[in-house]
């Protein structure tokens, strides 16, 4: 039997509590609503008297914004799965923060995929516990300005300057993030999701299964089988399809 998922709405608007409320009572199984408020400073209250699994936070909430309500927590215990109306509103800066988000209107499936992920981490018995002045800067900064991501692991997580990234593998659904130091974290995001988040800082999608850091690429290899050799010495190959525009792409940042 999997464990109870104790969770928290946190939304400014009655209709959308009541939206998820009955998401989660309808198509959530083993998940208990433990609460539910419609300002920050009820949910402070609330948070005092209650320890959720996981916060169910909308981003605007007028005259406040949700992260004003994890500033009030140095390092809180809980998962967080943002919730906003506007689809260009920092989730970029979300996705870097290792944290999920809803888009509304909330869809059912999108629900319980986030879900999923709380519940993996509970059964592993891992805690939220990243300092929220991290995420709070990720919050405030537009992506283009981000220089780390946030990468989750068993006890808390990993903050990784993205110079320090040699480069992305998919596995199915996970992504294996390889670090200049030889450590390599599994992630619970696709490949595609990084692919989004770090094309525009000196990643590129050379093959379905590499996202490399361009940086550290130290031999290019043309031809029938192009590669490229990467600063840990590891061969990524250069899917066909993809070789013409990627040595284009080269060709603006390098002396090729």
């Known amino acids: 039997m999997n464990p109870i998922i104790k969770a928290m ?35 402070a209250a609330l948070l005092e008297k209650i320890e959720p699994d996981v916060l169910f ?10 992260f004003e309500l994890l500033e009030r927590f140095d390092r809180p215990r809980f998962d967080v799965i943002f919730i906003t109306a506007y689809e260009e ?38 805690r939220s516990t990243a300092p929220t002045s991290y995420l709070k800067d990720y919050l405030k900064s537009s992506g283009s300005n981000l220089s780390k991501i946030v990468i989750p ?27 200049t130091n030889g450590t390599r974290h ?25 996202l490399i850091n361009v940086n550290h690429i130290i031999k290019i290899i043309k031809g029938e089988g192009a590669a490229v050799i990467m600063s840990d010495k590891q061969n990524i190959p250069i899917s066909n ?9 080269l060709r603006t940042i390098m002396n090729i």
């Open 9 to 43: 709405i946190v939304e400014d608007e009655q209709k959308n509590i009541d939206i998820l409320k009955n998401i989660l009572e309808k198509y959530c199984e083993e998940v208990e609503l433990v609460g539910w408020a419609t300002s920050v400073d009820e949910a």
């Open 186 to 210: 599994v992630v619970s995001k696709s490949l595609k999701e990084y692919e989004e988040m770090l094309e525009d800082k000196g990643f590129y999608r050379v093959h379905k299964s590499y």
């Open 153 to 179: 692991v068993n006890d808390g997580y990993n903050i990784i300057d993205l110079n320090d990234i040699v480069y992305c593998e998919a596995l199915d659904s996970y992504t294996r993030v390889i670090l």
């Open 89 to 126: 509103y920092a989730l970029t800066a979300i996705k870097f923060s290792a944290l999920d988000y809803l888009l509304k209107p909330i869809k059912v499936g999108e629900v319980k995929h986030a879900l999923e992920k709380v519940r993996e981490r509970k059964e592993k018995n891992i």
């Open 57 to 66: 936070l909308d981003i605007e909430m007028p005259p406040h914004k949700g």
């Open 241 to 249: 399809r993809k070789k013409n525009e990627f040595f284009d792409y």
